[in-house]
């Protein structure tokens, strides 16, 4: 019944691409491109100062492996990710669901919860900085007060100077600034759910735990694959909070796959630009074993 | 149920306290006096505010022109990427087209790339781009308004995605039928039912351009006219002694407004968000 000519057809295919076209084209140029750069210089000899002097074949990827300190920072990539990550989406679950409530505080409860995401993630990294300082930080002189610490200025008094307790510093700081987001996603999944599943529920005499596990927890699941997802994306390749903080010291015991490519780039580009490719490649698998183990495709169809 | 009541109230105010803490010490520290912040007894309160350290800030060379400069990158992207986005978003759902998925992947994973590592290729992008297109190049405000708009487009389609989704076709039918056209359509009719979605990229977006150090530190070399916020608040750190309450007047003066921005638009967040997590 529905006729239409060659050239008709041909308008037809093409509509979606100026609708798509604008998207494309800046991803393609700004996003994609500089990848592309970053993959093709992984495998060149480059001097200190940036002067291309020839292919390197595979020597960036052999020397990066042989780094001594690849495998404990591809180690503690993972531990970060994973640790702050899962952090993260316990707390933001228990908020999400305190938030969903109506009690008087909820309101300025929930503005107060914004403004960690408002803020600069760097300035907040800068601020825990100062207040864990050995010598003038507020955390070591409350410490001091309560009687925890003996004295300012010491080794005592440095939390990030010292590897066992810089790390979860740094993970506390993650997770302060990635609860926001994740608790507001998740309230969002929260409000989705109709409320007659819950009367149903209750009428059945389900308990409270019971309810929470077998109905609120599958309905929100879409929420939860998408939040966490997002978070392992940004988590992976934070940057400004261990940099800022520690700079990956000491020596390299807190410095994540980012910060080592960052350090790597000082002294040899190609090879910080190989650290850049294994990091993405990294974050493509986490990707695709999290979507994998979360079934999100049978999700979406 | 009134125990219940009173221990979520408890919990509330305390998760409040806590994540209001940082934010309510950099305000603190702003207004005190500087002797007062060197002091090792610090107090959580002060009884001599001051606003010598905004007048330090204010008066600093430039600090309002890089105000209006962040001011005007972070708006410039918020508007052309909800645009962008919302178009692409809108392709991605409505029409069948080869590539389709493979457009899609490329989005997924354009949001998964470190722009750390990206900087020195950016870096050879802005700076040859701006031989081409005048106004993106090296030391322009357009060069950053380029960059980020690109980088916020993934997630931003990715949100907008579920909101399309949800306008049922049907009404865009009725509306053909009775002769609109289809700017007319997504004008009157698909753009307010998306909304809350725009909101919610804006607000993404809007962070992201408002609080960048980096791009910002790449690209703006030598333009001193052209340098945002960010810029204006590394004047106070400084090597032997970084200028605590410099720092933090200014980190003030660019917090702030996000966070009013925030607060204002909260509830149409959870709505936004519904979208993005809704699939």
């Known amino acids: 019944m529905q006729q239409t000519s060659a050239p008709a057809r041909a308008v037809r295919a093409l509509a979606p691409l100026a609708w798509i076209g604008p998207a494309v084209v800046l991803i393609g140029v700004v996003v994609v491109w500089p990848v592309v750069v970053m993959i093709q210089s992984s495998f060149l000899k480059i001097s ?143 409000s989705a759910i109709p409320a007659d599943v819950y009367e149903a529920a209750r009428i059945d005499g389900a308990s409270r735990l019971r309810t929470y596990w077998s109905i609120t927890l599958p309905l929100l699941r879409p929420a939860l694959v998408v939040a966490t997802l997002i978070n392992v994306m940004n988590v992976f390749n934070s940057f400004p ?35 850049s490719v294994v990091n993405f490649g990294m974050v493509i698998v986490l990707t695709v074993i999290f979507l994998k183990v979360s079934k999100w495709k049978t999700e979406v169809s | 149920m009134n125990r219940s009541r009173l221990a979520a109230n408890a919990v509330a105010v305390a998760a409040a306290a806590v994540t209001l803490f940082p934010i309510y010490w950099m305000v603190l520290s702003a207004v005190k006096p500087a002797g007062e912040i060197q002091s090792l007894q610090a107090r959580p309160w002060t009884l001599a505010p001051t606003l010598e350290h905004f007048r330090r800030v204010l008066g600093a060379e430039n600090f309002g022109r890089y105000f209006l400069n962040s001011a005007a990158v972070a708006l ?134 408002w609080n960048d150090f980096i791009f910002a530190r790449t690209f703006i070399i030598s333009a001193t006219h052209n340098q945002t916020l960010p810029a204006a608040l590394l004047v106070f750190f400084k090597p032997d002694e970084n200028d605590w309450g410099g720092i933090m007047a200014a980190s003030t003066l660019m917090t702030v407004p996000v966070l009013v921005f925030f607060i204002a638009v909260q509830r149409r967040l959870v709505a936004g968000l519904g979208g993005a997590v809704k699939d």
């Open chain 1, 48 to 190: 200190r100062f940036g002067v291309v002097q020839g292919a390197n074949g595979t020597d960036n990827y052999t020397k990066l492996l042989a780094e001594p300190d690849f495998g404990g920072v591809m180690a503690r990539s993972l531990v970060w990710v994973v640790a702050v990550v899962a952090i993260t989406v316990a707390i933001s679950l228990g908020l999400a669901q305190l938030f969903d409530q109506r009690f008087p505080g909820r309101r300025v409860a929930r503005w107060a919860l914004i403004a960690p995401w408002a803020a600069s993630v760097l300035m907040t990294a800068i601020i825990f900085k100062w207040m864990l300082d050995p010598e003038v930080g507020l955390i070591n002189m409350i410490l001091r007060d309560l009687g925890l610490l003996d004295a300012l200025g010491g080794a005592d008094a440095d939390p990030l100077g010292n590897a066992a307790t810089a790390m979860p510093w740094l993970i506390f700081v993650a997770v302060f600034v990635s609860v926001p987001f994740t608790t507001y996603a998740l309230l969002a999944g929260l």
């Open chain 2, 76 to 209: 410039s992207v918020v508007v052309l990427s909800a645009v962008v986005a919302f178009l692409a978003a809108f392709a991605v759902t409505r029409f069948r087209f080869r590539f389709r998925t493979s457009v899609l992947i490329m989005f997924l994973v354009a949001q998964m790339v470190p722009v750390e590592a990206l900087t020195i290729p950016l870096f050879f992008l802005v700076r040859d781009l701006g031989g081409v297109v005048p106004g993106v190049g090296l030391n322009t405000l357009g060069s950053l308004v380029l960059v980020h708009l690109a980088f916020s487009l993934p997630f931003a389609i990715w949100m907008m995605r579920g909101f399309v989704a949800a306008v049922p076709e049907a009404i865009e039918e009725a509306a053909m039928i009775d002769g609109a056209s289809r700017a007319v359509i997504l004008w009157r009719i698909i753009f307010p039912l998306v909304a809350p979605g725009l909101v919610a990229t804006g607000v993404f977006s809007f962070i992201t351009a």
């Open chain 1, 241 to 275: 909070i261990i940099w800022a903080m520690t700079h990956g010291q000491p020596g390299y015991s807190t410095a994540t796959s980012t910060i080592f490519m960052y350090i790597l780039k000082g002294s040899d580009i190609g090879e910080s630009a190989a650290m």
